[in-house]
């Protein structure tokens, strides 16, 4: 079974700087996407980036980008010029068959 | 884009009775749809697929009598929690992949999920 692991509960950064959330998975598939969705109070899923597994080159999707580690099986996520609408929880996710989540980020960003 | 569209948004209802949640594909067609449930301060966790024309797939420690889903079209899904107690008390999210795009690719569309209160 695939499990996805983020480490991180919370974390916090001042607005306009750099932070990076950490996420793991454990899987046997050799076929697979890894996501990550920020999930704001409103509660909607909004998919931030995507990486295919059979890619090497990290996804990047404007101040969003993906440090992916296959061989690791670590895949975590940078935002860089974080801005105050980047508060959310953020959910790492493994797409085999299923999408299957990790415990998800709180981020916090501050002014 | 693909929009996703889940009904009710919230939903208050007495223990003992039973709910429906509905769950619609308004642009695009949906084999495959997908039901989360997510306690407050938690992640998602996967309930069950629903494949259309067939019987979903329910994950481990998940009661299907319980929980039905019926997937009656390619554009509908619905999850009807039975006889529902408060513990069953959660926020209900689904979500649909398109029939046209292959699995692994294919990006998954979420509704605005269901807030479901049993007193």
């Known amino acids: 079974a695939q499990t996805v692991t983020q480490s991180q509960p919370e974390m916090s950064v001042q607005e306009a700087e750099t932070v990076t959330l950490s996420c793991t998975y454990d899987?046997?598939?050799?076929?697979?996407?890894l996501f990550w969705y920020k999930q704001p109070p409103s509660r909607q899923m909004i998919l931030v980036i995507r990486q295919e597994a059979y890619k090497q080159q990290n996804a990047t999707e404007n101040r969003f980008s993906v440090n992916f580690q296959k061989a690791a099986k670590s895949f975590s996520l940078k935002i860089s010029d974080s801005q105050l609408g980047d508060t959310a929880m953020y959910f790492c996710?493994?797409?085999?068959?299923?999408?299957?989540f990790g415990t998800g980020t709180r981020l916090q960003v501050f002014p | 884009g693909a929009v996703v569209s889940q009904h009710p948004s919230w939903v208050i209802c007495k223990s003992g009775t039973s709910v429906k949640i509905e769950c619609r594909s308004l642009?695009?067609?949906?084999?495959?749809m997908f039901w989360y449930r997510q306690f407050p301060k938690q992640s998602l966790m996967l309930m069950a697929t629903s494949n259309e024309g067939s019987k979903a797939t329910y994950e481990q420690g998940v009661e299907k009598d319980k929980f039905l889903i019926n997937h009656a079209s390619l554009t509908l899904s619905t999850l009807t929690v039975t006889s529902a107690h408060p513990e069953d008390s959660s926020f209900y999210i689904c979500?649909?992949?398109?029939?046209?795009?292959?699995?692994?690719?294919?990006?998954?569309?979420f509704g605005n999920g269901t807030r479901l209160t049993v007193t």
């Open positions: 979500s649909a992949k398109s029939s046209l795009r292959s699995s692994y690719n294919s990006p998954l569309h």
């Open positions: 996710a493994f797409r085999g068959d299923k999408l299957i």
């Open positions: 642009d695009f067609q949906a084999t495959t």
């Open positions: 899987t046997s598939e050799s076929n697979y996407y």
